[in-house]
């Protein structure tokens, strides 16, 4: 939709009038350029060359320059420039590796003027000086940069930038002599006109390839890049040593910049991908955009501000087939629908909270934070009335902790001590849990403890101490093992239960026998003032049975076991009998003994109880190890809740499948970037490296699969390395010979990404200590870091 905002911009001679306005191309634009007057616009791409006029409602086609019988790969322009001192003289870069100048003066059709075929592959960039009429530069994708004088057939220069493509190349608006060249390897590189042999200066700019360079128009030492890194770099190079001095962060590769005339500090960029919109960045203020344009719907392919001293109208040209002209006053403000307020912990536990003034205004207790500790002085710039938007001033408030009170040595020595793997998982948690306590971490040091019960295997309660414990106790002679226990008390034969309602048999057992007891309330049975013990058990038959022993006055010989038949009525006979506890026979038949008395001995089954009888093992030594899953899944939720994401990382990684299945995927993914992020923030490389190995989360994993490639220049003739040896394919040289040295490294290697030398790790760094300059002596400033 059209905007009917209008702006009306007197300039010296010139009066620029319009409004936001577009129009429908007949095919998709690579790139677009105005005239010195700011009258009209040429756009040219892979199917279109065409000229419009600027009118102050519209855009008019003035020109076709798309013409001739046999439209060759000429007409196929990735980049297009119109001659800021003559209005007749565009040059354009051909996709088969061409450059072309075209005069607009020509009484033909035809408007062709000279052909320049001296590169071997696609033509990037093409620049006119901005103070020579006939000198035009060229970069390619054939790593070369040719300068041309066009009264001349040939260029008259030839530069290598030693690598493998050439993204711009761009005049300095105040240096004559100088030009600046953005290659795809992250370098930029420097150059005088007059020494074609060798660059002046030489940078790393971006990691990945530098797509855009552009030179302020008022100060001449700032150079603006933009790179695939999806960041935009100012540089000052006035110095000996470039310095990086604003980095603003975009959300795509930046394929094009420019300056804002008349703004020191803002640029206008557009993405190479993803990304459609235009946005003007106030260098300053580098994470969000000053102003967006937001009109196309494909990606934006080429900005310029209409005229070099008005700052309010900008043109560009999209791969959705439109041409637009931007007003300023049109543009949307993010920062309007950004969230004012921020918070943040910081390293050390400190919390910062930044926002409004008029949210602090009343209280008078604030203190202004002056950074006194950890942080630097903030300083915060007051609205300027005469910006087209005025600047949101912001107060910021530091709580901060005492220095100790929160320390993190606790974390960062229980992730380098932790074993996740490798071991039993009982060893693990006893191991963790020694760490654990011995850094005062108690609950966590417990919590270990309890998941080595839980989930490891403890085996059956030693039979040794179980017998033990029952002879102290008077009662059951000891035995080597349970199944010797459970075969003396007769686990294959049984008593039928009888149902006498006169009979109240009262059967005791020690009260201080410290074998298993029943509940509480069970202690006592019917019509006895005894506290009773009873023996569990499993046994393979039909009921379980619970049987009780008279452990008093256990004699010392043993007799033959015989049932009493004065006991109870039976209802029919027992078959089979078998041995008996010998204790028990001498009691029977002991003259002493009354009949109550024989009642007691006597294993007689309670009817009130449905119990198992002894029998191997004696009763289960553990529950079923997902029987706490619920419990665990809770506590690692607590632990996580709590921050403690560490701790909740290393159980999922020790238990392993036996908890995993209760926390969904989301969840698990969470804690394991919340716990990597906390590790790589400690510099803990190595404990991170082996938790992302060790997650079983597709997307966690997939941190150590992103594979890693190393381009690698040869030192002698600054070509890439294809081949997998040492080797150049192209100068038979060994790329690995050490600049101090001159020997052939073998072993660890390290070389400067600027000019491709190296040498011995040990020589090298010697030789920074004395001098910054290439100890091969291309004079290139290297630096170890």
């Known amino acids: 939709m059209e905007k009917m905002a209008r702006v009306t911009t007197a300039l010296s001679g010139t009066t620029i009038t319009g409004r936001t306005m577009f129009y429908h191309l007949d095919a998709p634009a690579n790139a677009i350029s105005v005239c010195r007057d700011a009258a009209q616009v040429v756009v040219a791409g892979r199917n279109i060359f065409k000229i419009y006029s600027i009118e102050e409602e519209q855009f008019v086609e003035k020109a076709n320059l798309r013409v001739g019988r046999k439209l060759s790969l000429n007409f196929s322009c990735a980049d297009v420039v119109w001659h800021q001192m003559d209005d007749n003289l565009l040059a354009t870069a051909a996709t088969n590796g061409a450059v072309v100048t075209w005069n607009l003066g020509k009484q033909s059709r035809n408007k062709q ?59 300095s608006v105040r240096d004559y002599f100088t030009f600046a060249a953005s290659f795809e390897n992250g370098n930029v590189q420097l150059w005088d006109m007059r020494r074609p042999d060798r660059y002046d200066r030489m940078f790393t700019a971006h990691n ?22 999806k960041m935009v770099k100012v540089w000052d190079v006035s110095t000996t040593k470039t310095k990086e001095i604003y980095c603003v962060q975009t959300i795509a590769s930046v394929a094009r910049v420019k300056w804002r005339p008349e ?69 949307s403000r993010p920062v309007d629908r950004a969230n004012p307020e921020g918070l943040c912990y910081g390293l050390f536990g400190d919390l910062a909270f930044a926002g409004k003034d008029s949210m602090f205004g009343s209280d008078s207790n604030r203190k202004t934070y002056g950074g006194e500790r950890r942080y630097p002085i903030f300083f915060f710039k007051k609205p300027d009335l005469s910006e087209q938007f005025a600047n949101v001033s912001s107060a910021l408030n530091v709580f901060e902790t005492e220095l100790g009170s929160n320390s993190m040595d606790w974390f960062v020595n229980m992730a380098q001590q932790y074993i996740l793997t490798g071991r039993s998982l009982a060893d693990l948690c006893d191991h963790n849990a020694k760490i654990a306590k011995e850094l005062y971490r108690y609950q966590v040091a417990q919590t270990w403890t309890m998941l080595r019960i839980v989930y490891s295997n403890p085996g059956a309660i030693s039979s040794v101490n179980l017998n033990q414990s029952i002879g102290k106790s008077g009662g059951l002679p000891l035995m080597n093992s349970l199944k010797e226990l459970s075969v003396a008390l007769g686990n294959e034969t049984r008593l ?60 010392a010989e043993e007799h033959e076991y015989i049932l009493p038949q004065e006991a109870f009525q039976l209802r029919h006979e027992i078959i ?64 996580a809740e709590q921050g403690d994401v560490q701790m909740a990382v290393s159980v999922l990684i020790v238990l392993g499948d036996r908890i995993r299945k209760e926390i969904d995927e989301q969840t698990q993914e969470h804690w394991y970037t919340s716990y990597i992020d906390l590790l790589q923030r400690f510099k803990l490389w190595n404990v991170s490296n082996e938790v992302i190995k060790l997650s079983t989360c597709s997307s966690i994993n997939c941190f150590n699969q992103a594979s890693t490639t190393l381009h690698i220049n ?34 660890l290697f390290v070389w400067c990404q600027g000019c491709s030398h190296g040498g011995h790790l040990e020589h090298i760094m010697n030789w920074l200590k004395t001098s910054s300059h290439c100890p091969a002596g291309c004079g290139h400033l290297c630096e170890y870091t």
């Open 576 to 639: 089979d009998n078998p041995s008996a506890p010998d204790h028990l026979q001498d009691k029977v038949e002991s003259p002493h003994v009354s009949g109550n008395e024989a009642e007691t001995v006597c294993l007689t089954p309670i009817e009130s109880f449905s119990l198992m009888s002894i029998s191997q093992p004696l009763y289960d030594a553990y529950l079923p190890a997902d029987y706490f899953n619920s419990l665990v899944k809770d506590m690692l939720h607590y632990y």
């Open 113 to 171: 003027d000279q052909l320049f075929t001296e590169h071997k592959r696609t033509v990037n960039k093409v620049c006119f000086h901005p103070n020579e009429v006939h000198m035009l530069l060229s970069g390619s994708q054939d790593g070369y940069m040719k300068c041309f004088d066009l009264r001349k057939r040939e260029s008259v220069s030839t530069f290598s930038g030693q690598s493998e493509s050439v993204r711009d190349v761009q005049f």
């Open 496 to 555: 039928e239960r009888g149902k006498a309602e006169n009979r109240q048999e009262i059967n005791h057992l020690d009260s201080s026998n410290p074998l298993i007891t029943a509940n509480e309330e069970n202690e006592e049975t019917e019509g006895s003032d005894v506290p009773a013990d009873y023996l569990f058990g499993d046994v393979e038959g039909d009921e379980d049975d619970l049987y009780m022993v008279d452990h008093e006055n256990a004699p």
């Open 714 to 747: 040869c030192s002698n003739c600054k070509r890439p390395m294809s081949s997998k040896g040492w080797i150049c394919d192209r100068c038979r040289q060994c790329a690995s010979m050490c600049a101090v040295c001159h020997q052939v490294v073998k072993g």
């Open 263 to 331: 703004m020191k500090y803002h640029l206008a960029t557009c993405s190479m991908m993803v990304d459609h919109n235009i946005y003007v960045w106030d260098i300053r203020r580098p994470y969000i955009p000053f102003g967006m344009f937001e009109e196309h719907k494909d990606v934006t392919t080429g900005i310029v501000w209409r005229h070099i001293h008005d700052p309010y109208y900008l043109l560009s040209g999209s791969k959705d087939s439109t041409l637009y002209q931007h007003m300023f006053n049109d543009a």
């Open 208 to 229: 990945g390839p530098v797509f855009c360079c552009d030179w302020h128009p008022d100060d001449k030492g700032w150079l603006a890049t933009g790179g695939r890194d």
